[in-house]
T-cell receptor, first 119, second 115 residues
């Protein structure tokens, strides 16, 4: 069964360092997303990506963050200069269509997450 | 403003009991979508259901059922005859019809089913 895969599963970094989290979405999906979950808190939307560009982003997704689909299979999230408060589980997701619309299920397929710890 | 409230932080039941997880939402949009996701101990988020604002018909899928009531802005989730494998954190989420990617999650309800 196709699945979204994320690497690394856990990364520890020093404050101020750059981090790249990688994701391989399901191959025929067109929409890609990053969400994060600070430990014990709710899951928060960061960004959605469609047709090689950001389609929507939240207030959390400031200039420190960027996303890229460099080679048609990987989807990456870069944090330029990490802060302590960036420590969280980062989830990548993909879907064949968007969340809304009558003809699709609106299901997002999530990966197992990458835990980022900033010291 | 859009918001999802899951007032129950943790619920503990004994196997075979029925359990209902509450979800109350706030939105000014007339078109919106409601979701339930399950997060088992392994950590991934597993889609359970999406409901459209224009369809209030309740849904049953095996031991799972969902009760959508626009009058009370609620979208509650019931597990009948719970099993240990149902132990997980369950998230209710909201999406407005104009967004293809932004899911607004509640804080989740941790369900523990004991044998």
């Amino acid at each position: 069964e196709p699945e979204v895969t994320q690497t690394p599963s856990h990364q520890v970094t020093q404050m101020g360092q750059e981090v790249i989290l990688r994701c391989v979405p399901i191959s025929n999906h067109l929409y890609f997303y990053w969400y994060r979950q600070i430990l014990g808190q709710k899951v928060e939307f960061l960004v959605s990506f469609y047709n090689n560009e950001i389609s929507e982003k939240s207030e959390i997704f400031d200039d420190q963050f960027s996303v890229e689909r460099p080679d048609g299979s990987n989807f990456t999230l870069k944090i330029r200069s990490t802060k302590l408060e960036d420590s969280a589980m980062y989830f990548c997701a993909s879907s064949p269509m968007g969340l809304a619309g009558r003809i699709n299920t609106g299901e997002l397929f999530f990966g197992e997450g990458s835990r980022l710890t900033v010291l | 403003a859009q918001k999802v409230t899951q007032a129950q932080t943790e619920i503990s039941v004994v196997e075979k009991e029925d359990v209902t997880l509450d979800c109350v939402y706030e939105t000014r949009d007339t078109t919106y979508y409601l979701f339930w996701y399950k997060q088992p101990p392994s950590g991934e988020l597993v889609f359970l259901i999406r409901r459209n604002s224009f369809d209030e018909q309740n849904e049953i899928s095996g031991r799972y059922s969902w009760n959508f009531q626009k009058s009370t802005s609620s979208f509650n989730f019931t597990i009948t005859a719970s099993q240990v494998v149902d132990s997980a954190v369950y998230f209710c989420a909201l999406n407005n019809g104009g967004s293809q990617g932004n899911l607004i999650f509640g804080k989740g309800t941790k369900l523990s089913v004991k044998p």
